[in-house]
């Protein structure tokens, strides 16, 4: 794994002879874990898809449904790519497959009544920025259990490592995602640099994509409900 100070010294070294790098520890830290959270978030590759979510930054969370807003905040940690909802009454609730305004225009759409205010079981699911939409609303706050991927921890310690991305990609990707930076940022920065680092980023991401395959959030629980959750999710009150 990469530590903090190993990347911070990579990036140092790609700086020295062709950038201007503000040594301070501090602002290059910023500049990593920005490229961390960018690339755990999705990158636009060549070919025009989003790459997939990171499978080391799985998470399972439980959210409770308030009694008067068909919404409930996710949680802080949530960055992208929730693909499943189990209801209190232990039934997985079918999200629709794309969680964008589309999607949510779809999932309004198909709701009973367009100011989402029917009251009943949860039966239906869709993500809108961070909050969770739901159908219906239940009578007595219940818990959800969800599924999704987070954001990465960021390295703060030198010997901190990086959250999510595997192990034999992480220098590469960082340090050209950084370099790619830097020859925009400088003042006679050269496109030569600029393409060079933007190629071997492009080449490390699809390298990555490769190994990890590109199905990051199982299709099957988007699209067949199944009677038994992988979360076991109980009723309870809100806090």
């Known amino acids: ?57 799985y998470e399972t969370a439980t959210v409770a449904t308030s009694t008067s807003l068909p919404y409930v905040s996710l949680p802080a940690t949530y960055q992208r790519s929730l693909f499943h909802v189990a209801s209190a009454a232990g039934v997985t609730v079918p999200p629709p497959d794309r969680c964008d305004y589309y999607g949510f225009a779809m999932f309004v ?48 310690d030198p010997t901190d490592v990086v959250d999510g991305i595997p192990d034999q990609f992480q220098t590469r990707l960082i340090k050209h995602y950084i370099g790619r930076q830097l020859a925009k940022e400088m003042v006679d920065g050269t496109d030569r640099l600029a393409a060079y680092h933007a190629e071997e980023f492009e080449r490390a991401m699809l390298d ?3 190994f990890i395959g590109t199905d990051g959030a199982p299709t099957a629980m988007r699209s067949k409900p199944v009677t038994k959750p992988i979360i076991k999710a109980t009723t309870g009150a809100s806090k």
């Open 1 to 57: 794994m990469s530590t903090l100070l190993a990347l911070q010294t990579a990036i140092q070294d790609i700086s020295k002879n062709h950038y201007i790098l503000d040594s301070s520890s501090i602002l290059i830290t910023s500049r990593i874990n920005d490229a961390v959270n960018e690339i755990a978030g999705g990158i636009l590759l060549h070919n025009r898809t989003i790459s997939p979510p990171l499978p080391e930054l």
């Open 109 to 156: 759409a198909a709701a009973t009544s367009s100011l989402l205010d029917t009251v009943g079981a949860v039966s239906r699911a869709c993500v809108k920025g961070l909050k969770l939409y739901y159908q219906g609303v239940p009578a007595v706050s219940v818990n959800l259990g969800i599924m999704f991927y987070r954001k990465p921890v960021a390295m703060v």
């Open 208 to 210: 990555m994509v490769e």
